[in-house]
T-cell receptor
Framework: DVKVTQSSRYLVKRTGEKVFLECVQDMDHENMFWYRQDPGLGLRLIYFSYDVKMKEKGDIPEGYSVSREKKERFSLILESASTNQTSMYLC???????????FGPGTRLTVL | QKEVEQNSGPLSVPEGAIASLNCTYSDRGSQSFFWYRQYSGKSPELIMSIYSNGDKEDGRFTAQLNKASQYVSLLIRDSQPSDSATYLCAVTLSGSARQLTFGSGTQLTVLP
């Protein structure tokens, strides 16, 4: 079974703080994704990575950056958190044999 | 803009009935189609994937795909209260087998 883990289930930060969200997968997948999910807006792609040190912007990259130093780990960074970044953040890892994305448990981030 | 449209619901069915969830997509080049189930506060969980026209059955779930009509559906037979969740339709983008576009989801309630 694919296992995708995220560093925190719940996180509370203050405006202006630097925030790190980490995602780890144990299946040697090359492709990993970061989404945010908001009521009424659905799942929106922030960034994805198709290999170590490789990254591509998704639909809403503004205010975010990512890091992929090792294949199993994909980090999302909020350089200076703002209240409009309060959201559920979901990481996914892709198995290329079926093009299926598997999600981690999510991190609910609140920025005060 | 590549879009995936779902009936937002909410959809209510009595226990034991068939629940029918529908999804249309705009990208004619899409090749892979997925249904995810998401319980409140949890991350999406893959239920079905379908890649070719026709029906695909897995237990109580049947996915149907019609590429000519750009339509994909999910039928849940013998619906149970535990099926109450939001169901997300996801479609790969043409030219990028790695990226998914998600619908906004259909909220299903199965009444005991």
């Amino acid at each position: 079974d694919v296992k995708v883990t995220q560093s925190s289930r719940y996180l509370v930060k203050r405006t202006g703080e630097k925030v790190f969200l980490e995602c780890v997968q144990d299946m040697d997948h090359e492709n990993m994704f970061w989404y945010r999910q908001d009521p009424g807006l659905g799942l929106r792609l922030i960034y994805f990575s198709y290999d170590v040190k490789m990254k591509e912007k998704g639909d809403i990259p503004e205010g975010y950056s990512v890091s992929r130093e090792k294949k199993e780990r994909f980090s999302l960074i909020l350089e200076s958190a703002s209240t409009n970044q309060t959201s559920m953040y979901l990481c996914a890892s892709l198995t290329t044999d079926t093009d299926t994305q598997y999600f981690g448990p999510g991190t609910r981030l609140t920025v005060l | 803009q590549k879009e995936v449209e779902q009936n937002s619901g909410p959809l209510s069915v009595p226990e034991g009935a068939i629940a029918s969830l529908n999804c249309t997509y705009s990208d004619r080049g899409s090749q892979s189609f997925f249904w995810y189930r998401q319980y409140s506060g949890k991350s999406p969980e893959l239920i079905m994937s379908i890649y070719s026209n026709g029906d695909k059955e897995d237990g109580r779930f049947t996915a149907q795909l019609n590429k000519a009509s750009q339509y994909v559906s999910l039928l849940i037979r013998d619906s149970q209260p535990s099926d109450s969740a939001t169901y997300l339709c996801a479609v790969t983008l043409s030219g990028s087998a790695r990226q998914l576009t998600f619908g906004s989801g259909t909220q299903l309630t199965v009444l005991p």
